[in-house]
């Protein structure tokens, strides 16, 4: 009888001590939420996060997210999309430098539905992780913009730059 009464108790102990509630261990984590839909929105925080890392393991400093390059990356990310296909970075970082940014860099891409499948694509394309590594960036903006209608789907502008004078 009082075997039972000991599982029971033993039970509810264990259960009380969950750290992860049910709910939050069934979430997608945002890097891997698809961008495929209208009111996707990337995780700049998560993004800033994930490529943070990557530069800390290369000796590199954090990033941090940047009013103002977030605001030009979404509007390259539309300008994109309405274009339905990618921009020319040259031309857009030419543009981001006249604005007043320092040392801009840019990885403007298309394709990738998650943010994961981004990270990835840029880590092995030299030309894109040059931008991931840059050492004079401090700043990061990133954004998606979704074209249905497209071959390409999801349109992606990752913006960094040095800080401000």
Same mark, same amino acid.
């Given at each position: 009888?009082?075997?039972?009464?000991?599982?029971?108790?033993?039970?509810?102990?264990?259960?009380?001590?969950?750290?992860?509630?049910?709910?939050? !261990? +069934?979430?997608?984590?945002?890097?891997?939420?698809?961008?495929?839909?209208?009111?996707?929105?990337?995780?700049?925080?998560?993004?800033?996060?994930?490529?943070?890392?990557? !530069?800390?393991?290369?000796?590199?400093?954090?990033?941090?997210?940047?009013?103002?390059?977030?605001?030009?990356?979404?509007?390259?990310?539309?300008?994109?999309?309405?274009?339905?296909?990618?921009?020319?970075?040259?031309?857009?970082?030419?543009?981001?430098?006249?604005?007043?940014?320092?040392?801009?860099?840019? +990885?403007?891409?298309?394709?990738?539905?998650?943010?994961?499948?981004?990270?990835?694509?840029? !880590?092995?394309?030299?030309?894109?992780? !040059?931008?991931?590594?840059?050492?004079?960036?401090?700043?990061?903006?990133?954004?998606?913009?979704?074209?249905?209608?497209?071959?390409?789907?999801?349109?992606?502008?990752?913006?960094?730059?040095?800080?401000?004078?």
């Amino acid at each position: 009888m009082k075997q039972p009464l000991l599982f029971s108790l033993a039970a509810i102990t264990l259960a009380a001590c969950q750290s992860t509630p049910p709910v939050a !261990r +069934n979430q997608t984590p945002s890097f891997y939420a698809s961008m495929a839909k209208a009111d996707a929105v990337v995780d700049a925080a998560m993004a800033r996060d994930m490529i943070s890392a990557y !530069r800390r393991n290369k000796g590199l400093g954090p990033l941090t997210v940047d009013p103002d390059l977030q605001a030009a990356a979404e509007a390259e990310a539309r300008a994109m999309a309405a274009a339905d296909k990618p921009s020319s970075a040259d031309a857009f970082k030419a543009r981001l430098a006249a604005a007043g940014f320092r040392a801009p860099g840019a +990885n403007l891409s298309a394709g990738y539905h998650t943010l994961a499948e981004a990270f990835s694509g840029w !880590r092995e394309s030299p030309q894109h992780d !040059r931008v991931l590594t840059d050492p004079q960036a401090s700043r990061i903006g990133i954004a998606t913009a979704y074209t249905p209608s497209s071959k390409y789907k999801v349109y992606w502008a990752l913006v960094v730059a040095a800080d401000k004078r």
